[in-house]
């Protein structure tokens, strides 16, 4: 059985939540099972089914995630269910996952995360472990926003995020088989180092954003099996150094295809198409051409020089 939660920092627990009425919640809070409403602290396992915080929108944050006293990293299982809020506060943030980090999951069906100002949101060495199979629909800002180390991201959708869908830094992180779609500013930000982003039969998707689809930075990321299509700007840009991107596709884009300028960058087997202004075009130092690279139907647009249609630091892309 968990040790009792002092006294003192169950006041403090409650007024970081920011509201009054916020209590200790989960599966097990001292031996017992004390169903989550609207803002309480989470301090255990949680495995939704008729809790209050499914009966109507939250008006502030839906759960704050602070399991200090867990004996190992915290479970949500949605379970196929509909976290709602009012255009305010962040849907599930975590702040002490416990050991390893936090689960946010959902067995039995996709669950989903809607209308908060944010709609997950994790930072810390013990914040989160993995979120899988979870919507995050209309956030007033970000859908997913993580930093943290070796967590994983895994068949997650946001659509119609007001800024960002799906932010992530930190090191050694891995994100597949996810959607952004109509982000107000980039589908995916990623950033920090070692991330993996994408694999074979599960690559990411950004589409319809009003600026990249993919846009990275910091050091050592592989990008593998991107598809970045009609986003207002560029489809995938980076900047930083040791990136790799293979079997990446961008089409459709207001600007470039793929773009950017770094140091000690590969690229193997992208493709460029039918992009505004030039298809793949970057720019650095130790810059590898693996071969495979290509471009077509690039337009040109607002430039007085012709598209480019796949070039590394000025000279075209081998066959």
């Known amino acids: 059985m968990r040790r009792a939660v002092p006294f003192v920092l169950v006041v403090g627990l409650m007024a ?28 255990s396992d949680l495995t939704l089914a008729g809790d209050p915080l499914l009966a109507a929108p939250c008006e502030g944050d839906g759960l704050l995630v602070r399991a200090t006293e867990a004996a190992q990293g915290v479970t949500i299982d949605l379970r196929g269910a509909t976290l709602r809020g009012g255009e305010r506060g962040t849907g599930i943030w975590i702040v002490d996952g416990g050991p390893g980090g936090a689960r946010v999951v959902s067995s ?57 869908g799906i932010t992530l830094g930190g090191r050694d992180y891995r994100c597949h088989g996810s959607r952004a779609s109509r982000s107000g500013r980039f589908g995916f930000q990623i950033d920090g180092r070692n991330a993996i982003v994408g694999r074979p039969l599960a690559g990411n998707l950004a589409e319809d954003g009003g600026n990249d689809g993919f846009h990275l930075m910091g050091s050592g990321h592989r990008l593998a099996v991107a598809e970045s299509r009609r986003n207002r700007r560029d489809g995938i840009s980076v900047r930083g150094s040791g990136f790799e991107l293979t079997a990446c596709n961008a089409t459709g884009n207001g600007m470039d295809g793929i773009s950017g300028e770094g140091g000690d960058l590969g690229f193997f087997n992208n493709r460029a198409d039918d992009n505004g202004r030039n298809g793949l075009v970057v720019s650095g130092v130790r810059l590898v051409d693996g071969g495979g690279n290509a471009g077509s139907g690039n337009r040109g647009e607002g430039q007085q020089r012709p598209a480019i249609q796949c070039a590394i630091d000025g000279t075209p892309c081998k066959p």
Do not use: M, T
């Not at 970081?16 to 301090?43: F, I, N």
């Not at 930072?123 to 209309?138: K, L, P, Q, T, Y």
């Open 108 to 164: 039995g069906g996709r669950g989903a995360v809607e209308g908060f100002r944010d709609g997950i949101a994790a930072r810390g060495g013990r914040s989160v472990a993995r979120v899988e199979n979870v919507d995050v629909r209309a956030p007033k800002r970000d859908g997913l926003r993580l930093h943290g180390d070796g967590y994983e991201v895994s068949s997650v959708v946001v659509e119609d995020a007001g800024r960002d």
């Open 16 to 43: 970081s939540a920011g509201l009054a009425e916020a209590k200790l919640c989960g599966d097990d809070v001292g031996g017992q099972d004390v169903p989550c409403a609207c803002g309480d602290v989470l301090v």
